[in-house]
């Protein structure tokens, strides 16, 4: 069920009157937990017992950690729980990818492998989920939060239902408290929510979704477009991309307001970034958070000399990069960056190229070479990706788009660059406390009705889903 | 919009209170810029067909009226230049107005727009009859919500939009969120107004009619969809089921049909009802029941307006199909000679057809 689908509308409506209307604090959180399941459960109802098996997993798990009483014990528990839950996700994720590159490997060596012709469904959100219950574990084992003794309260931390399937990534210490505390309804809150729901449809249906009727076209054949062509479907895919995830997120957080739950940030102005790393510091926040806490420091981080710095940023990168997805385009994604990110350490610019125009111009190259990283993250075949990045290096002439179309693109691209750059300005805070309550309301009104008028006909679901 | 939140529960209240009243009195000035919607927005595939009838000259005195399962059988040029074979030279000038998804009330609306011109009457009028697309639950009957209802038609339309599939979750979409069902609709008429040219590419088999590469086309989308034709023509059947299993050949659906052969009968046209090729599956789901209903209407016709009658619903084997009721390339070429011969031909020069039948008793 799409956050923009009217079968999404009544669902929200009717979990939400029904939340409200009751008055015990632990009904509210069952229902909610009934709710996120019947959600999930209307995509694939077998698969949420997949949720069910790796959630409880680990909920008893977690158990026993905290009653361990030696550091062997509890190590092996934390051990069998990643085997349980790294199996899991490799086994639907990864499987075919992984036979494909061993049978690749075997014929290097003149062994004939053919592997097995199987069709699995990649469970939905399994890379998010999977993520938070060894996000719950591991601090369990770190001793940064306690075992949740209420299974519901656990099973509503893995399973609400606005970040079940495209995330934020939420971590147990953000969200378990909450489902403990008990909520008052606030308008206050409503209004936030309802203002960052619709932000996300404005970015996700509106803008995402126009530039894919662009993009889509370039990157399927990217040697019949001009250089020119290419470029601006390089820079309108990365403002897609972000208005695709970074729109879900806003929704997410918007429909978690409205029951009283906050979600973290996902996305702070990424194009603004001066740096790889600030870019990785702004750009799915929860993820890149998740691999540094979990993976970069655990393996060492920047503790020690520096080619173990770079080995684990690199690797880090590369996990991060597979985590969406089996191809070797997401491995060179990711091995990308990681090299960026070695490169920016191992080069550190001067601090004055932090302000004025230094900054901008940093801010102009770390887009580019976010941008080509993009190419690779969006081609399935590393040829497609090296044909286009060559295509846009190499001025060449080919075929190009209408100029209504080019319009329409730059339009966007301009409205989410000027959202990058105007968006936090205290400005539009003390506006919108000026500006009479019925004023406010009626131009929330005339945004949705906007919004409904430019959802292309053809509006597609999020590009995170498959992740 | 990353407001603070604020201590107060009262103003974000009165504005969300303000919003919902907003949203709530939206469908009212959306249902009206619907209802004012020009036809070349409206209904594009509509507009180009009155505007092509208006435009040619000298004017068609040959009008083919129907669905897409006309269209796509017809190949016109071929079909012209037969039927000029067969009649020996005469001045036949065909006009194939067959539209997507072009059920009763739909051509009867087009019919009334192409009448409503002024330009001689056709002398020869082929209308596309067939007992499924007759039901009062006919399955585009949906869709005449979206091309053509406007509110006032509303009371007479409502009692058949309750009883179809469909119906009433569509016609909902479009009063109560007009802005969004109509979107493409209102958007191309907002960009022709304030003098920007549409991007909305236009949907596939909607554009506007070039005779001999419009069906054409049409006919290439439906081959390149998924799967083989044989699963094609059970799939398509399959979804003509649920609306023919309480089968009722009354309300608005068979009225607008027979208002659509009294509009021509009036202006003059021979009027032949042509029931066009059918895939087996097709056929299979007119039962005996269904036929009884239909057998008396077809004889209503015949006696109040001289409606001869000709049944091509076996005449095409399977194999000539694309999918339950559409032709194929080959399958167009064989409706078109047998339509021109069978049909066109002895209708014009006032010879009895060779396939017509009396309607029956």
């Known amino acids: 069920?799409?956050?923009?689908?009217?079968?999404?509308?009544?669902?929200?409506?009717?979990?939400?009157?029904?939340?409200?209307?009751l008055r015990e604090h632990e009904r509210r959180m069952r229902w909610l937990l009934a709710a996120s399941i019947i959600f999930y459960g209307l995509w694939s109802p077998w698969f949420v017992l997949l949720i069910a098996f790796t959630a409880g997993a680990d909920y008893l798990i977690a158990l026993q950690i905290e009653a361990a009483a030696q550091e062997r014990a509890r190590r092996a528990w934390l051990v069998l729980s990643l085997v349980v839950s790294l199996s899991l996700l490799a086994f639907f994720k990864y499987a075919h990818f992984m036979l494909e590159a061993g049978s690749g490997l075997l014929a290097l060596f003149g062994f004939g492998f053919v592997p097995p012709a199987f069709d699995l469904v990649l469970p939905l959100g399994i890379s998010f989920y999977t993520f938070e219950t060894i996000s719950y574990v591991v601090d369990v084992y770190r001793g940064r939060v306690r075992a949740e003794r209420n299974v519901f309260h656990y099973a509503l931390y893995i399973m609400f239902f606005p970040h079940l399937i495209a995330g934020p990534i939420v971590r147990p210490s953000q969200f378990l408290w909450q489902i403990r505390t008990r909520k008052h309804f606030d308008w206050a809150r409503l209004q936030f929510?309802?203002?960052?729901?619709?932000?996300?449809?404005?970015?996700?249906?509106?803008?995402?979704?126009?530039?894919?009727?662009?993009?889509?076209?370039?990157?399927?054949?990217?040697?019949?477009?001009?250089?020119?062509?290419?470029?601006?479907?390089?820079?309108?895919?990365?403002?897609?991309?972000?208005?695709?995830?970074a729109g879900y997120t806003d929704m997410a957080r918007g429909v978690a307001q409205a029951f009283g739950f906050k979600l973290p940030i996902n996305f702070d102005r990424p194009y603004l970034a001066a740096s790889v790393g600030e870019f990785w510091r702004r750009w799915h926040i929860t993820l890149s958070s998740w691999?540094?806490?979990?993976?970069?420091?655990?393996?060492?981080?920047?503790?020690?000399?520096?080619?173990?710095?770079?080995?684990?940023?690199?690797?880090?990168?590369?996990?991060?990069?597979?985590?969406?997805?089996?191809?070797?385009?997401?491995?060179?994604?990711?091995?990308?960056?990681?090299?960026?990110?070695?490169?920016?350490?191992?080069?550190?610019l001067p601090a004055w190229t932090q302000r004025g125009l230094p900054r901008l111009a940093r801010i102009g190259v770390t887009f580019t070479v976010v941008c080509f990283g993009l190419v690779i993250f969006r081609n399935p075949s590393l040829a497609g990706g090296a044909i286009m990045l060559q295509r846009m290096l190499q001025p060449l002439a080919g075929a190009t788009l209408p100029l209504s179309v080019v319009t329409i693109t730059l339009v966007i691209i301009g409205l989410i660059f000027a959202g990058h750059v105007f968006g936090r300005a205290?400005?539009?805070r003390d506006l919108a406390g000026r500006v009479p309550a019925p004023l406010v309301g009626v131009a929330m009104a005339c945004l949705f009705l906007l919004i409904q008028l430019l959802i292309p006909e053809d509006g597609g679901t999020f590009i995170y889903f498959q992740f | 919009m990353a407001a603070p939140l604020s201590t107060s529960n009262s103003r974000p209240r009165r504005t969300l209170l303000w919003c919902a009243v907003a949203l709530a009195l939206s469908p009212l000035p959306g249902g009206w810029l619907v209802d004012h919607c020009p036809l070349q927005h409206r209904d594009p595939e509509m507009a180009a067909t009155v505007s092509a009838w208006q435009m040619n000259e000298p004017p068609p005195n040959v009008l083919l009226l129907g669905s897409s399962r006309l269209g796509s059988f017809l190949r016109t040029m071929e079909f012209a230049q037969t039927t000029q074979r067969v009649v020996g030279g005469s001045a036949v000038r065909i006009f194939n107005a067959a539209l997507v998804c072009g059920e009763p009330n739909t051509i009867e609306f087009l019919t009334r727009n192409i009448l409503a011109e002024k330009k001689a009457p056709p002398r020869l009028a082929i209308v596309e009859i067939s007992p499924d697309l007759?039901?009062?639950?006919?399955?585009?009957?949906?869709?005449?919500?979206?091309?053509?209802?406007?509110?006032?038609?509303?009371?007479?339309?409502?009692?058949?939009?309750?009883?179809?599939g469909g119906g009433i979750s569509r016609l909902a979409a479009s009063r109560l969120t007009p802005f969004f069902l109509h979107r493409a609709q209102l958007l191309d008429w907002a960009a022709e107004t304030l003098g920007f040219a549409s991007t909305e590419p236009a949907p596939s088999g909607t554009e506007a009619p070039v005779e001999g590469t419009r069906w054409q086309a049409v006919r290439d989308l439906l081959d390149h969809r998924k799967g083989a034709a044989p699963q094609r023509i059970e799939a398509g059947a399959r979804r003509f089921r649920s609306h023919l299993r309480n089968y009722q050949l009354a309300g608005r659906t068979s009225a607008a049909f027979e208002h659509t052969v009294a509009m021509l009968h009036e202006a003059g046209a021979v009027i032949v009802l042509v029931q066009p090729p059918l895939s087996t599956a097709q056929r299979a789901l007119l039962t005996p029941e269904i036929k009884a209903q239909f057998a008396p209407f077809l004889q209503r016709l015949h006696s109040e307006y001289g409606c001869t009658f000709a049944d091509f619903s076996e005449r095409v084997p399977d194999d000539l199909f694309l999918d339950n009721h559409h032709g194929s390339n080959a399958g167009s070429a064989v409706f078109s000679e047998m339509l021109a011969r069978e049909v066109v031909g002895p209708a014009w020069t006032g010879r009895t057809m060779e396939v017509s039948q009396p309607p029956p008793e």
């Not at chain 1, 020119?228 to 972000?242: E, I, M, N, R």
């Open chain 1, 291 to 348: 691999v540094r806490d979990y993976l970069y420091i655990p393996l060492g981080g920047s503790r020690d000399v520096a080619w173990k710095t770079y080995r684990n940023l690199i690797f880090s990168m590369v996990i991060l990069g597979l985590w969406h997805g089996a191809g070797w385009n997401f491995i060179v994604f990711g091995l990308y960056h990681g090299v960026l990110l070695s490169l920016e350490r191992a080069f550190p």
């Open chain 1, 1 to 21: 069920m799409l956050f923009h689908s009217f079968g999404f509308f009544l669902f929200f409506w009717i979990v939400f009157g029904v939340y409200w209307r």
């Open chain 1, 426 to 428: 205290r400005l539009w």
């Open chain 1, 193 to 245: 929510g309802a203002q960052l729901f619709l932000r996300g449809l404005l970015k996700k249906a509106v803008f995402a979704d126009r530039l894919a009727l662009v993009v889509d076209p370039i990157f399927r054949a990217p040697g019949e477009f001009s250089s020119a062509t290419l470029w601006l479907g390089t820079v309108a895919y990365a403002v897609q991309v972000y208005c695709d995830f």
């Open chain 2, 134 to 164: 007759l039901a009062r639950d006919n399955t585009y009957f949906k869709f005449v919500i979206t091309r053509q209802l406007v509110a006032s038609d509303l009371p007479e339309y409502l009692p058949d939009i309750v009883t179809s």
